[in-house]
C-alpha cells in the first residue's frame, strides 16, 4: 500500500458503513480519522486496519457540537490535508405523529442534519484554501420520502440533502466535489436483521436471501468511485439499491 | 356573512400572505386565531376583520415553543372546533455556505420547519378525535432546490415538506386533509420590492411588472381552494406561480 | 344555467372522466365538443346533457390523425371561442417488456401522447390569436413512475408531461394556461371494477370500500378549479387521489 | 489488452460519445459492435480501434427498424455474448410549438425513444436465458424537464426514461443492470460548439473555457463505471456535469 499525503474524515464511523468506508479509504493509503460518538468502540476497527498496515486515528466526536467537529477536522486536516469529509451519522427512528416527541424530533434533526451542516462547512473552511476536496454525505430512502412513521427522521434527511445541494452548487466550481449517496435499501446491519426477526420472525433471518441487504462495504466501493469521479462528470447524487430491491 | 361553529388557526400571521389567508377565512364566515411572534402587531388586521364583521383573536406566539403552539391551538378550539391550521412561518435567509453561522442555521430551523412540526402534529392531536380536519403547510421554491446561498432556509423548508409528506400518509386516511402549499415566485411584499430595488434599482420597482409579483391574497384563494376539495380527490402538493413567472 | 359564448373541447370523451367533464362544463354554460373514437357511443351523454338544458355536440374522432384534431377543433372554435381544450385520451395497458410488441408500443404512444401533442398545439393555434385560452391534460400514475410492465403507457404518458411542461412555460405568459392533472389512483369504471374483480375475486367488488375509488365527477371539479383559477396564481401540475389512498 | 468473450453494442454510435463509449470498451478488450445510420462513417472509428488492436464491427442501422435491430443485436450476440447494450441514438432539435410539425415529432420519438424502447426489448430477449447482462441509455437535460421549444425532443427523452424504468424493475431482480445515464450538460461535440458560435459570436468558441463542455470520453467513463457496480449496489439513474456548470 502507497501511503498517501491526505486524510478522510469519516463522522459517523459506525460497525457497519462508517467501519467499511474508514476500512476501505485507509487500504488506499489515506490517513483516516474516523469519529463516532463513543470513540472507545473505534478499538477493534483501529486494530484491524492498522493490521494491514493502513493508518486511522479514532475518536470520540459528538458530530453535533459545533466546537467537536471543527476540531476535528483541524486535527486531520493537522495531520495531512484533508481530501474528503464523509458524514455518515444515522438516526433512523419512526413513531406515530402524536409520538413523536420535540425532543426525538429536535434530536434526529441534530444528528442527522445539523451534523452534517457543520461538517460540510468546517469541511469546505479548510479546502476551499487549497481549490480541492471532496464532501459526501449519506442519504437513505427517507431523503427522498416521508413515510409513515418518519416525520423526525425524513425531516432531519431532507434537510440534510437540501445542504448538500446547496453546498454543491456553490462549491463544485470551486473544484469540491459535493454529492449525496442514497442508499435506498436495507444494509446488512445487526440492528437491521433484528427488525426483520421482530417483524418476520427468527427464520426470515435464518434463510436471509443474501441479495436482500446490501453489504456495508458496497456503500464504501460507492463512496470510492465517487471519489475517482472526473471532475469533466461529476455525479452529485445517486441512489444505490441490490439488485432484488423492489423500488 | 354567516358565521361557522369553527376556528382557522394561522400560525405566522405576518403583514401579507398570513394577514390575506387570516381575512379570507374569516370573511367566509371562520373565527380565526392569528399568531405571530409580535402581536400587537395585528391590531390592524384585527380591526379590519373585525370592520366586516369577522370573527378574528390576535395573539403573541413564539411557534418554536411547544407549550405556546400547544396552548395557541388548544384556545382556538376552545373557542370552536379547529377545522384549519395553516402554518405559514417565513424564514427566508441568503449567506454562503462559510457565513452559515450555527445560530442562524438553527433558528431558520426552528421557525420553519420544527414550528411547522409542532404545529402539524398538536393540530392533528386536536382533529383526529373528531376524525375531521385540515393542516396546511406553507412551502417556497426552496421547498424543492437547494440553491446557492440557501444552505439554511431550502434545509428547513425541504424538512417542513418532510413532515408535511409523513403527516398526510399517515392522516388522510383519518380524515385530515394535510396539504403543502409551495409558492413558487416572489410574493407582493415590501420585503420582496426592497431586495428587487437593491438588486436592480428603484427603476425597477416603480415600473414593476403587475404580473410579476404573487399578491398574498393570490395564496389566500389557494388555501380556500385546498380546503373546499372533495376528500375523494384531495390533493397533497401543489405549486403556485403567476403566469409570467420563469420555471 | 347561463350559457357562456365559449366552447370546450373534451378529446377522449370516454364513458366515465370524460362525459363528467362534458356535464360539468355543459353545466357551467360552456358549448361542449365532445369527441371519440366511436361517435356514436356518446348518444347517451348528448342526450343527457341537453336533458338539463345543456350544448353539446359529440364526433367521432381519432385523436392520432393531425387532420381530424385541426378539423375537430376548428369546428368547436367556429361555434364559439374555444376557451378549453382538455385531452383525456387513455391507453392503459400492461405488458412484460418481452411481450410488448411495436405495435401496441407505437399505438399506445400514438393514442397518449402523439394525440395529446396535436391537440394542445391545435388549441394553441387558436387560441393564442386571442390572448386567452386553457389547456389540461389528463395524467396517470404512469406519468412520473415506470412501473413493471408499463414500459410503453408510462412511455406515453412521461412523454405527453413533456408537451404539458414545454408547452406550458412557453404558453403561460401569453395568458393560456397549460395543466397537467394526474390521478394518482384506480378511478370508479367498469373496467377498474373488472380489474379488481379477477385480481381479488368477486366479493372484492360487491363490498368495495366506497372510499377506495374515485368517482369520476371528482376529475371534472378538479379541471373545474384548474379552470377558475387566476393568472396570479396558476398551477401547472398536482395530483388527486382519494383520502384513503396509499401512496 | 486481454480479449474478452463478450460483445458491446453501442447503438447511435456518432462521431463523439457513441465513439469514447466504443473505444472505451474495445480498450477494456470487449468486441464492440458500433451501429450508426450510416455505416460508412464508422470507417476512422474502426481504423482507430484496429490500430490498438480492439475488436470492433462497424453497421449501417437504422435503429427505428425493429427488424434491424434485431438482427443487428443478434448478430452480435453470434459473435460472443451481448454482455452490454447501450443505446446512445440523440435526436436535439428546438422548435416552437406551433412550428412543431407532426413528422418531426414522429421523427423524434422514432429515434430516441421508440428505438431506445426496441433495443432494450432484444437485448433483455438475447440476455434473459443467460441470467446477465446490462442494458444502458443515455439521458439529457431534457429527460427531466420540459423546456420551452423542446416539445419533440423532451417528450422522447422522458419517453425514453420511463421505458428505462420499467425495464430495471423488471429485469433488475433477473441479474440484468439496466441504467439512464443523463447527461446534463453541453458535450464538446462540432455541433455544440456551432451553437455556442452562433449565440455568442465566434470569440466565445475561441475562448472557450476548457471546463464548460463535457468530454465525451467522460460519458464513455461514466459507462464503464456503471458497468463495474457490483450488483449489490447498482445504480439506476444519475446525472453527470461538468464541476462548473450550473444546475
Redesign the interface.
Known sequence: MQKRNATVAVIGAGDYIGAEIAKKFAAEGFAVFAGRRNGEKLAPLVKEVEAFGGTIFGRSLDARK?EEITAFLADADKHAPLEICIFNVGANVNF???E?T?RV??KV?EMA??AG??A??EA??LM?PRGRGNIFFTGAT?SL????????F????????????????????K?I?VAHLIIDAGVDTQWVRELIKQREGQAAVENLDP?RL??PA??A??YW?LY????????????????????
Chains 1, 2, 3, 4 share one sequence.
Not at 475517482?228 to 423500488?247: D, S
Request: some cysteine.
Open positions: 459545533e406515530p405523529i402524536l413523536t420535540e424530533f429536535r434533526w442534519c445539523y451542516f457543520l460540510g462547512r469546505a473552511r476551499l427517507a420520502r416521508g413515510g409513515i412513521g418518519f416525520a423526525a425524513a425531516s432531519a434527511k431532507f434537510g440534510l440533502r437540501a445542504v448538500a445541494q446547496a453546498a454543491a452548487r456553490e462549491l463544485w466550481p473544484n466535489h441479495n446490501m453489504p458496497s456503500v466501493e460507492a468511485e475517482r469521479q472526473p471532475r469533466t462528470a461529476w455525479v452529485f447524487e445517486q441512489e444505490i439499491r441490490p439488485f432484488g430491491e423492489k423500488w
